[in-house]
């Protein structure tokens, strides 16, 4: 238990160490304490990974009551089971990794003491998140990760353009979290419960479920999670969330916090199969974020933004997955992905640290022959995000589509798209940034340099784990399915009978890859083509590129019509209301002044009046009964 | 040790205050607000240990009022709210140099006694008197030692102190009724009337005037962003920390067990106006240029929040409400200095004249930080804790309330993070920003260190008042 | 028709003809004249009434002491002729209107109360000769008897001091 | 000896009291000399006596007498002060035409 204890608090020991004396121990001290406790805790998961992996027992800490709700009460409780120590071990582990390179990467930064301390208090929020027994930790963690984020995408304060992003995440994120709430108070409000074993066991238990309360409360919940895990509608933070330093963007918005929202759902999984509705609703909204993602990233000339997309549309084939039941894959996907695009990103970053802050692919090119390990890598994981065998990516991904087909063609259809896409624009990145020419400035191609080894370090580590880490779930012989087994209510787990049709759908997922790898190189390579100008952008493409002008009817829809509603309520109504009030003194006073008309000071009219009175008052006393 | 003690103490400290001289003053004033605060806590104790904390005297014969006091777990909640707050108040002016310092000083004593004397109250007479007694200092504050242009304020103060008097008279004619039906103005008398429902309701429009008016809730707001503008930084702490919860700790106590009919009758109405001011809040909150105007329309949408969740009549909805208060209270007093911190340094209250200070001095940085993330309601701050009980309050009476009421953690992040970016963020400013004196720096430490306390282990103050809220609700729902 | 009755019928008729004889005369002498005739008539009821103390000092206070108090007011402004302006008509209508009004409304009230008309009381006792009148004034309203003293020395000199020709060079 | 009001009847003295009551009401509204105002509250106070003594009579009893006495004490007086003031008035304004009076107007 202390040692459970341990592992969450470590990385808020190093927050509260690096906030308060960070700036007097030196920079690279307080790298090392950032990433130390960071180790700390992956050693710990580590630990418990294989108590658990022996046991197979859930460990379950109680520590005291937190919030009081009449049918059921809240209290501070984490629980140790399968899924979260595996999403522990990624996690602290790749946290560990992105901790290292931040501390060669962030080194020339005045304030890298207050970047490790908040990267650890990410560290320490996510990991909250995972071993929380009860969906309001959970959301602890959740609205923490977010803060963090917002924190970290504006670490550099002093652009604007940073910070509104930064508040955008924050902002769009809090509207999944109101998905979230509502969600909670549904659960609480049906099975007195936010508390995931009991949850569980009284639905299991249950023998009148509300189906529609429980559809409303997981809809909400996914909500949540498209919130958090940037599905469609609110997935556009997530681009513009690559303000923030590149580490960041490797740690926080590729591997680890945006997965949340399938920790959740994978974590609710007897919820979500009770909702057949809601998990179509989350497999159509998956599928076609990935597809809308893949185009949008077809585009792109920035090189974190095309990763962002690519991110937004593999996180749309792990909602396809949960969408259709299938839990374990996701998570596998989860996984593989977290590998490499941790790596894709951190590659970028050692791109963007050699050229000194240039993201635009159009400058650059040609960094093969200087950068040799990044592009290695980079080209490792490129094959495993694009689907090639023996990479990872093939596994997770091949396991997604197969899922698809068995359930609904069209699905399946649409995702082949989304990765042959993916096979193209990930080339069309690898093809603009590593081969031909270098196209930058002269005095960019004289500082060409590749990165420091502690920065390519976990750029290795990172291939290595994208290259192998298929191994973990074979498609005839899967040790995570095994492992999360106990997990699931369904035994969807059945290992696929793998006939002629699960073969073919294979070598059809490979030669979709490969023909987006064609595509990309004979249109970059063979044809030698540029991505064109902002301006000369035209026609379909234009559109692609201003990324469907979502953003825009958004901020026309939402930002604007809400800002000019404030301001009609500024302007019209609060001085309308202000006035109704100041016009019953107005009233009062008007009353006042016309009623001292009527003390002209005559005398006769006096007299008038008091005859007059005493007739009422006499006729009232003696003669009204 | 006698309740009424507490009382005694701050009275005789705003006249020590008022005797002690300019210079003397603040001390004498720290000195006396710790003083009652030592005494809630010794009262806290008592209450805990079982005693009955409660004065009763025969003050007039005829019409038949009496000198009652009573506390119950909620009271003294409340007055702990009061008298934690009122020495982080004084202890906040310490940076200021007001002219005539001693009157100063001794009306916010006196101020203070008023607000303990209505939340001890139990004699409606004696409630009135102590409600509308609170209301004289801080007229006094606003109007003399306020900021801006004379006659503006003297509108804007003017305005306040009218429609609030205005609004407490239809509370007068209540209680007078109550007392013609029930013979005393006690509140154990008062509780057991059987009133019919078309009395009820009157009784409950009277009271819903007088505390709409004060709590603000929409449409009745209409003073409220001014003098919060205009009055001085110790005067809007004291009118939004302590004085809002008045209104709101009224409603629980007074409005809803004496007309319980009338509430249930129309509680969708009144949860609807309290949520109308969660989103109107809001959204007028958007763009104010003003901080203060920005901060008093933050208020005014959480007290929305706040007050809705009183209305639900269920201990999940009164607990939420009175945990929300006492951590409102203090997140809007930490917000409201950190205004005044900033005027201190920039002379001004306008956003766009600021921006850039986070470079100059990230110590201030973060715990204006914090106090935004605690007013977002983020989780492991207290008003999370009351904000989560609200909402789920809400979310049992109607989905769609819940959703409404939660587009506040959306729309408050907002605008909260809008005025940050806007203060805070930005290219450095060229005015210079001297870092945070201690004495600031305490305030703030004091304020957040209590946040986060009750925001992780809110136990202590559920315990303490989940009993009288219990007891409240059987009196609510002992007629049907 | 007894007697009694037509002298009181008589003495009623000429009360209320000269009341309004004052009101509208024009010229204020002959108002006043007409009032000297109002007192006497009135005079002439206490007389009715048995009371001949009272009738006697009514004629020597009212008769005497005030109207001519009146004539020579009247006589120091020089009001006797027929000069003034009469009020809008639309104000006269109002008193004529506010007139009938009060009447109705107080003689409705006398009839609505029922008055029990019947034997009135006959004691035989003595309760308003001089003598009796004096004892009662001086025993048991000798303070307000003093007070009236106080009051009409006041008068006097409020009276005098009012009247008195304000200094005017300075 | 007998009650002289079994002759008259008391309700003929209300009635003429009254109706002199409102002739004096009438000349205070209907006039707008200050003199004749005077006399019309000389008609009132005097038809106000004229029911004392009718009472009087009716119960047998010197106490409305009495109170005819104190009233027509104070009547004295306020003729003797109002007349000076009227004097006074007169003097200062040329006219006692109460429209003329307007000084009460605030």
């Known amino acids: ?625 | 040790m006698n309740v009424s003690l507490l009382l005694i103490i701050l009275l005789v400290g705003a006249f020590a205050t008022y005797l002690a001289g300019d210079k003397l003053a603040s001390k004498v004033a720290l000195f006396f607000g710790l003083s009652a605060l030592g005494c809630s806590i010794e009262l806290l104790n008592q209450f805990n240990a079982g005693e009955n904390i409660s004065y009763l005297s025969q003050w007039i014969n005829q019409p038949n009022i009496a000198f009652a006091l009573k506390a119950d777990g909620l009271s003294i909640a409340m007055l702990l709210l009061t008298t934690a707050l009122t020495p982080i108040i004084i202890f906040s002016s310490f940076g200021n140099d007001y002219k005539n310092a001693k009157a100063f000083y001794s009306l916010i004593l006196f101020m203070a006694f008023a607000m303990a004397g209505t939340f001890l109250a139990s004699d409606g007479l004696l409630y009135y008197i102590f409600w509308e007694l609170s209301l004289i200092p801080i007229y006094f504050i606003a109007l003399l030692w306020g900021n801006g242009d004379t006659e503006e304020r003297k509108k804007a103060v003017v305005k306040f102190f009218i429609y609030t008097l205005a609004g407490s008279l239809f509370m007068l004619i209540a209680f007078v009724y109550l007392y013609q039906q029930a013979g005393s103005f006690l509140l154990e008398d008062l509780y057991k009337l059987d009133l019919s429902a078309t009395e009820q309701l009157w009784i409950f429009l009277a009271f819903f005037l007088a505390y709409a008016i004060k709590i603000p809730i929409i449409p009745f707001h209409s003073w409220q962003a001014k003098v919060y503008q205009k009055a001085p930084a110790a005067g809007t702490m004291l009118l939004s920390g302590i004085m809002l919860k008045m209104g709101l700790y009224s409603v629980i106590r007074w409005q809803l067990p004496i007309s319980p009919l009338a509430a249930k009758e129309y509680m969708n109405i009144f949860i609807g106006l309290g949520i109308a001011g969660v989103i109107y809040g809001s959204i007028v909150a958007l763009r104010q240029k003003d901080l203060k105007k920005l901060l008093a329309y933050s208020s005014l949408a959480h007290v929305g929040l706040i007050a809705a969740g009183t209305y639900t009549l269920t201990i999940d909805g009164l607990r939420g409400a009175v945990l929300q208060m006492i951590a409102h209270g203090f997140v809007v007093v930490g917000l409201f200095f950190i205004a005044e911190i900033i005027f201190r340094r920039y002379e001004t209250r306008t956003i766009s004249e600021m921006g850039g200070i986070r470079s100059q001095s990230p110590k201030f940085a973060s715990m204006f930080l914090l106090l935004v993330l605690a007013s977002v309601g983020l989780p492991t701050t207290f008003n999370f804790v009351g904000e989560f009980t609200v909402l789920y309050s809400l979310s049992q009476i109607n989905l769609w309330f819940a959703l409404l009421g939660g587009t506040t953690i959306i729309l408050g992040a907002y605008y909260m993070l809008k005025m940050y970016q806007h203060v805070m963020l930005g290219e450095t400013n060229s005015k210079v920003f001297a870092d945070v004196t201690a004495k600031e720096a305490i305030t703030l430490v004091l304020i957040i260190g209590v946040i986060f306390f009750f925001g992780m282990y809110p136990k202590p103050i559920t315990d303490l008042i989940t009993p009288s809220l219990e007891n409240i609700l059987t009196h609510i729902n002992r007629v049907n | 028709m007894s007697t009694i009755l037509i002298i009181f019928c008589v003495l009623a008729a000429i009360t209320l003809s000269t009341a309004f004889l004052t009101i509208f005369s024009r010229n204020p002498i002959h108002s006043a004249l007409y009032l000297v005739i109002c007192f006497f008539s009135i005079a002439g009821h206490y007389l009715l009434l048995n009371s001949q103390f009272l009738a006697i000092m009514h004629l020597i206070v009212y008769s005497g002491a005030i109207m001519i108090l009146f004539l020579f007011t009247i006589m120091l402004m020089n009001l006797n002729k027929e000069n003034e302006v009469h009020k809008p008509r639309i104000t006269r209508l109002g008193a004529i209107v506010s007139f009938c009004l009060i009447c109705i409304v107080l003689i409705l009230v006398f009839i609505n109360s029922k008055p029990i008309i019947g034997e009135y009381v006959h004691t035989g006792e003595d309760y308003q000769s001089i003598k009796v009148l004096g004892h009662v004034l001086l025993n048991e309203y000798m303070v307000p008897f003093e007070f009236a003293s106080i009051l009409l020395l006041v008068a006097m000199i409020g009276a005098v001091l009012l009247s008195k020709k304000e200094k005017t060079g300075k | 000896m007998n009650n002289i009001l079994n002759e008259i009847g008391i309700e003929n003295y209300i009635f003429l009291s009254t109706i002199l009551f409102c002739i004096g009401i009438f000349g205070v509204l209907y006039r707008r000399n200050a003199i004749i105002v005077f006399m019309s509250i000389e008609i009132m106070l005097n038809a106000v006596n004229l029911l004392f003594v009718a009472f009087s009579t009716y119960h047998q009893d010197a106490q409305g007498q009495i109170f005819v006495f104190f009233s027509m004490a104070v009547a004295a007086a306020e003729v003797a002060v109002g007349l000076a003031i009227l004097v006074s008035i007169f003097r200062n304004l040329g006219s006692i035409d109460i429209n003329n009076l307007k000084n009460l107007k605030g």
């Open chain 1, 1 to 625: 238990m202390n040692l459970a204890l341990l592992l969450l608090l470590a990385p808020f020991l190093g927050f509260l160490f690096n906030i308060f004396f960070g700036k007097n121990i030196g920079k690279t001290a307080s790298g090392i304490i950032g990433t130390g406790t960071v180790v700390l805790s992956f050693a710990l998961s580590i630990f418990f990974f294989l108590q658990i992996n022996q046991s197979h027992q859930a460990i379950s800490i109680q520590l005291f009551d937190w919030i009081q709700i009449s049918n059921f009460k809240v209290d501070f409780g984490f629980l140790l089971d399968q899924l979260s120590i595996l999403w522990l071990l990624f996690v602290t582990g790749i946290g560990s990794l992105i901790h290292l390179y931040s501390i060669s990467y962030m080194h020339d930064d005045e304030n890298m003491h207050k970047f490790f301390a908040y990267l650890n208090l990410f560290i320490f929020f996510m990991i909250a998140l995972v071993i929380g027994s009860n969906l309001v930790v959970l959301f602890i963690g959740w609205e923490g990760v977010g803060l963090c984020s917002y924190l970290l995408i504006g670490f550099w304060h002093k652009n604007q353009d940073f910070n509104d992003a930064a508040k955008k995440a924050f902002i769009m994120n809090r509207i999944g979290d109101l998905g979230l709430l509502i969600g909670m108070f549904i659960l609480g409000s049906l099975f007195s419960t936010l508390d995931y074993a009991t949850l569980k066991t009284a639905i299991a238990g249950a023998t009148d479920l509300n189906i529609y309360w429980i559809s409303a409360a997981a809809f909400a919940l996914f909500i949540g999670a498209c919130g958090k895990s940037a599905q469609i509608p609110l997935y556009t933070w997530l681009p513009d969330a690559m303000a923030g330093p590149t580490p960041v963007s490797a740690l926080i918005h590729a591997a680890t916090m945006v997965t949340a929202g399938i920790f959740m759902i994978t974590r609710l999984n007897f919820l979500f199969d009770l909702a057949p509705d809601v998990q179509n609703i989350i497999a159509i909204v998956g599928s076609i974020t990935a597809l809308v993602a893949a185009t949008i990233a077809l585009v792109q000339t920035d090189i974190k933004k095309v990763l962002a997309y690519s991110t937004v549309s593999q996180l749309g084939l792990m909602f396809l997955a949960l969408g259709l039941g299938a839990y374990e894959v996701a998570v596998f996907h989860v996984i593989t992905h977290a590998f490499f695009k941790a790596c894709l990103f951190l590659g970028s970053g050692s791109v963007i640290h050699a050229l000194h802050g240039e993201q635009d692919m159009r400058n650059m090119g040609g960094l093969k022959k200087v950068m040799g390990i990044t592009f290695i890598t980079f080209l490792i994981s490129s094959l495993a995000i694009s689907g090639i065998p023996p990479f990872s990516g093939f596994f997770s991904k091949d396991e997604i589509l197969l899922v698809a087909f068995e359930h609904n063609k069209v699905l399946w259809f649409i995702a082949s798209l989304a990765s042959l896409m993916t096979a193209f624009y990930m080339f069309r990145l690898l093809y603009l940034t590593f081969f031909k020419e270098f196209r930058g400035t002269a005095e960019q191609k004289s500082h060409l340099h590749e990165s420091p080894s502690l920065i390519t370090f976990p750029l290795i580590v990172l291939a290595i784990l994208a290259t192998i880490g298929g191994l973990i779930s074979l498609p005839t012989n899967s040790w995570l399915n095994a492992y999360l087994a106990p997990l699931f209510t369904k035994t969807a787990t059945e290992a696929h009978h793998f006939g002629t049709t699960e073969y073919a759908l294979m070598a059809v997922a490979v030669i979709g890859g490969i023909v987006g790898i064609a595509i990309a190189y004979a249109k970059y390579i063979k044809q030698n083509q540029l991505p064109a100008e902002d301006a000369a952008i035209s026609g379909f493409a234009k559109v692609l590129y201003n990324k469907y002008y979502v953003d825009e009817i958004y901020d026309y829809l939402f930002v604007k019509s809400t800002n000019s509603l404030s301001r009609f309520f500024r302007d019209q109504v609060e001085t309308t209301l202000s006035s109704l009030v100041f016009g019953l003194g107005k009233v009062t006073n008007e009353i006042a002044f016309q009623g001292k008309k009527l003390q002209s000071g005559s005398i006769g009219f006096y007299l008038f009046a008091f005859v007059l009175g005493l007739c009422a008052i006499v006729t009232y006393l003696f003669l009204a009964q």
